[in-house]
């Protein structure tokens, strides 16, 4: 699919910072904040007089661009045809004294005075007895699944949903899927699922910029790297621990095999398609919190590896 973007950073100085709101995406380990976009329009893909999540890195020091990971997994979800919240570079001046403050600016996904939503967690309460919010040790597949006829009747695509957040989480290696990062839209007409929000933990970007040429180097690490992450949602509530990825997406199609055209859909991209969307992303900061060219050849060959490793598994 052929995705255009606006290339440029935008400035949130003078927006209006909400520090009454709690908002619907969950406490982290990143510093948030959300902004009121002005009421009239500042840029063409910005909503006026709407709420965004101002999300920064986790560390100044040791990964400083994690902030751009959000970015690219919304326009890879543009590529690939996964509804992901928008996510554009930015910059507050006045965050801090004396500072440039680098975030990812992302849009919120539903009308909180109009609109109900009713995150995972608070799902799975309704779904397994003794559910631990705090821990979510017991985030499993299969008791979703039970609850299909009793929660979600009404939401026809609950499978195809899954389906390609499965995919993508698989192709960005997102580990942080867990049961406050998907929910329930109700805005009374409709019930859906959310967009798939909070990409900022996947897409290496715990690997230092030093360490990127070790990985697209040597092969067998890269495969390494790969295979040993895996979803948070865990495919049973037996089980201790997750699948890996791969694993996980074996038996989602063994048991869904009409799954597989969707998921072959989301899998439909080159690599040229990713060069276009990332790459003019690393012109746009020039301190510390540059995108480097390094770490997108790095993030484009992961993103490829991981969809090499995906079709291999389920023999498409």
């Known amino acids: 699919m052929s995705q255009e973007f606006e290339n440029e950073i935008v400035i949130i100085d003078d927006w209006f910072h909400d520090d009454t709101y709690d908002g619907s995406y969950p406490e982290g380990a990143r510093e948030k904040n959300s902004y009121f976009s002005p009421s009239v329009r500042c840029h063409e893909y910005i909503i006026p007089d709407w709420r965004y999540l101002f999300k920064l ?3 100044d020091e040791w990964c400083p661009s994690q902030f751009w990971m959000e970015v690219i997994a919304y326009r890879f979800g543009q590529v690939i045809g996964i509804k992901v919240p ?4 930015s910059i507050n001046n006045n965050y801090e004294t004396g500072k440039k403050t680098y975030g990812a600016l992302i849009e919120w996904f ?3 005075k109009s609109t109900g939503y009713y995150p995972g967690g608070q799902i799975m309460t309704q779904l397994i007895d003794d559910y631990d919010r705090d821990k979510g040790t017991k985030h499993n597949w299969m008791s979703l699944i039970k609850g299909h006829d009793i929660l979600f009747d009404k939401i026809e695509d609950f499978m195809d949903h899954w389906a390609r957040i499965f ?8 580990t942080d899927r867990h049961h406050d990062n998907w929910g329930i839209i109700d805005s009374g007409d409709v019930i859906s699922f959310s967009p798939a929000f909070d990409n900022g933990t996947a897409l290496g970007y715990e690997i230092q910029e030093k360490k990127l040429n070790g990985y697209l180097l040597d092969n067998n690490k890269l495969e390494k790297y790969i295979k040993k992450g895996h979803h948070h949602m865990k495919w049973t509530l037996e089980k201790d621990i997750s699948d890996n990825y791969f694993s996980f997406m074996k038996k989602f199609v063994d ?3 009409d799954m597989i055209s969707i998921i072959s859909r989301c899998l ?4 040229e398609e990713l060069e276009k969307v990332f790459y003019p992303l690393c012109d746009l900061v020039s301190d510390n919190y540059r995108l480097s060219y390094e770490r997108v050849a790095f993030i484009i ?3 490829m590896a991981r969809k090499k490793f995906l079709e291999e598994t389920l023999e498409l």
Do not use: V
């Open 255 to 257: 048991q869904n095999e």
């Open 301 to 303: 060959e992961l993103i």
């Open 268 to 271: 439909s991209f080159y690599r």
């Open 86 to 89: 928008s996510a554009w570079p």
């Open 57 to 59: 890195s986790r560390s």
């Open 110 to 112: 539903y009308n909180e």
């Open 167 to 174: 995919t993508f989480d698989t192709l960005i290696d997102n």
